[in-house]
């Protein structure tokens, strides 16, 4: 039980919403001044939607399923940076969510060559 409520703690922002929260992929909280400029671009530019960084986790899993199957983002945008060919997982985070939410895009993100 002490698991469960430090789920819901831990991630409070994730389990309250309208279904209006679209879920952000990219190099954020790193202090690179690019990537950063980039999200907050589209938290701006997307204002009337609840922007988080994406988490995939079984955790996130499990508690969408106790919600009935209901998904806690409307839609995960890769967004920022060169994400793309890039080796720190970024492009693979949006397969999965392609996988699980369907609805996904890419923002401004650069592509490294291989």
Same mark, same amino acid.
Request: net charge positive; aromatic share 16%.
């Given at each position: 039980? &002490?698991?469960?409520?430090? *789920?819901?703690?831990?991630?409070?922002? =994730? +389990?309250? =919403? #309208? @279904?209006?929260?679209?879920?952000?992929?990219?190099?954020?909280?790193?202090? @690179?001044?690019?990537?950063?400029?980039?999200?907050?671009?589209?938290?701006?530019? +997307?204002?009337?939607?609840? /922007? *988080?960084? +994406?988490?995939? #986790?079984?955790? /996130?899993?499990?508690?969408?399923? *106790?919600?009935?199957?209901?998904?806690?983002?409307?839609?995960?945008?890769?967004? &920022?940076?060169?994400? /793309?060919? +890039?080796?720190? &997982?970024?492009?693979?985070? *949006?397969?999965?969510?392609?996988? =699980?939410?369907?609805?996904?895009? /890419?923002?401004?993100?650069?592509?490294?060559?291989?």
């Amino acid at each position: 039980m &002490g698991n469960l409520i430090s *789920l819901f703690k831990n991630n409070k922002d =994730h +389990f309250f =919403h #309208s @279904n209006n929260t679209i879920g952000y992929i990219g190099c954020i909280g790193y202090n @690179n001044i690019g990537d950063e400029a980039m999200y907050q671009a589209f938290k701006k530019t +997307f204002s009337q939607f609840k /922007i *988080l960084p +994406f988490k995939n #986790s079984i955790k /996130i899993r499990i508690f969408e399923k *106790l919600m009935f199957n209901r998904n806690i983002y409307r839609a995960v945008f890769l967004g &920022g940076g060169t994400l /793309i060919n +890039f080796t720190d &997982g970024y492009y693979e985070m *949006l397969k999965l969510a392609q996988k =699980h939410y369907k609805k996904t895009a /890419i923002w401004g993100t650069g592509i490294r060559n291989p």
